[in-house]
């Protein structure tokens, strides 16, 4: 039986329809940085699904019963019941999105010289290992290499290189690992429970701890359900307790999976950790029962993670993103495989042969998805991960040239996504009139976020 969304719509938003003209326009104004385009020039908004789910009318009712008291509001207390239950650590701390958390545990975790291994940091992620003086360091499978491989768990951590980092002579600077789930940077791919068994074994061998970056962990427990031998008959709420409880500790982004636009947990099980974390808290985002949060928020994230390990919701998003990818692909367009939940990640390398890593094919990509129809997204490629001289010439590309669209929450039916698969179809066709681009100005961190291009008359 085909699957379909477990829900109606019951409140609408126009969508801006522009021409390409206006795009060109807008495009030029923005110095080809697509994230300082106005929204209301944007048809399909798919650059992230960070706070960008529509919220369902349980969570807009319980907002509207928020206590708003600045210390000890109920709404904090159904707050911390919920995660505590969820995550099984004692210590919950509020923040107001995922950023912060990180800022705030890695402050208390690392400091100038130490080390963070992952599976993939994200941006944010590795900026705010850096902020604090430490060092990111990436240690994907092997397998995430391949981008055609059907591997189920291509997002898993490379456990020999984790062991011989932690064994080897940059072990004692090593603080933490952190895992990913799905690990973002690295395609959406899932991470298994054999792989992160693994790391917590390893972790306990050597004496560091272990967190997870959990802002898609109900995705991740259901590809678990879908993937992994033995956990078939597991419900995502079973998994994801599981999972949570293998670690030390996470810092969750909930404006992913907890279908809000706004919110944040740090979990911990350790009590001292947790009091150095809360002093920065405190501090910087507010008091420890709203952490930058107001009632509101509190409610609609709790209600959130109620409804997101929903087995109907996570099978109705996963149909609705694999049929997206197979369109895509019948339309000649290749996608990190397998397909993934939150996001689709295009191969612009091998759609775009004639611009080289240099010319950012993944920026050129995106840009022309924009021009041809509105759509917006994110380039995961060169401009993202590669490195430059001061001249903001690239010196170092990237393994892959990617772009990412990210699939918003309960936000877009499916004959938006089919609309999505056929600007792509009449890209494809002509891939050769899509022009390179240049860096202008970018800063020397983030610059993904702020940068500035100019763009190559095409067939040069």
């Not at 994801?240 to 996470?250: K, L, N, Y």
């Amino acid at each position: 039986m085909k699957s379909f969304p477990p829900y109606r719509i019951q409140v609408v938003k126009e969508i801006p329809i522009t021409t390409r003209q206006e795009r060109e326009e807008v495009l030029a104004r923005a110095a080809y940085n697509g994230f300082d385009v106005p929204a209301n020039k944007v048809t399909i908004d798919l650059l992230t699904d960070s706070g960008t789910g529509a919220p369902s009318a349980a969570q807009e009712a319980a907002a509207a019963g928020a206590d708003r008291s600045y210390a000890g509001s109920d709404s904090y207390y159904r707050f911390r019941e919920i995660v505590g239950e969820l995550t099984g650590h004692p210590h919950v701390l509020p923040v107001h999105q995922g950023r912060a958390a990180e800022r705030v545990l890695f402050g208390a975790v690392l400091g100038p010289g130490r080390i963070s291994l992952s599976n993939t940091h994200f941006d944010t992620t590795r900026a705010n290992v850096e902020l604090t003086g430490g060092e990111a360091r990436d240690l994907p499978c092997p397998e995430a290499r391949d981008l055609d491989s059907l591997d189920p768990f291509k997002g898993n951590i490379d456990l020999g290189e984790l062991e011989r980092t932690l064994a080897g002579p940059d072990g004692a600077r090593v603080a933490q690992v952190l895992i990913t789930i799905t690990n973002n940077g690295g395609g959406g791919q899932p991470v298994s429970m054999a792989n992160l068994e693994s790391v917590r074994r390893m972790c306990d061998r050597f004496g560091v701890p272990f967190f997870l970056d959990a802002a898609r962990f109900a995705e991740n427990a259901w590809l678990v359900t879908q993937r992994e031998p033995g956990y078939e008959q597991q419900t995502p709420r079973e998994v994801a307790r599981r999972t949570f409880r293998m670690a030390d500790g996470c810092v969750t982004s909930l404006k992913k999976d907890g279908i809000a636009p706004m919110g944040a947990f740090i979990a911990l099980r350790d009590a001292d950790l947790a009091q150095r974390c809360e002093a920065n808290l405190i501090a910087t985002e507010g008091f420890r029962t709203y952490g930058g949060l107001t009632g509101h928020d509190l409610e609609r994230v709790a209600q959130g993670l109620r409804e997101v390990l929903d087995p109907n919701y996570l099978g109705a998003r996963t149909a609705e993103t694999a049929h997206l990818a197979e369109l895509i692909n019948e339309a000649g367009v290749d996608t990190v495989q397998p397909p993934g939940i939150h996001a689709l990640y295009l191969n612009a390398g091998r759609l775009l042969p004639h611009i080289p890593a240099h010319g950012f094919p993944g920026h050129a990509l995106a840009c022309e998805l924009y021009l041809a129809g509105g759509i917006r997204c994110a380039e995961l490629g060169s401009l993202y991960l590669g490195e430059f001289d001061a001249a903001h010439n690239l010196v170092a590309p990237a393994p892959f040239e990617l772009v990412r669209l990210a699939i918003p929450r309960r936000t877009y039916t499916q004959s938006h996504l089919e609309y999505v698969a056929d600007v792509l179809s009449a890209i494809a066709k002509n891939p050769e009139q899509v022009p390179e681009y240049r860096v202008v100005d970018a800063p020397p961190v983030l610059r993904h976020f702020n940068l500035r291009m100019r763009r190559l008359p095409a067939n040069r």
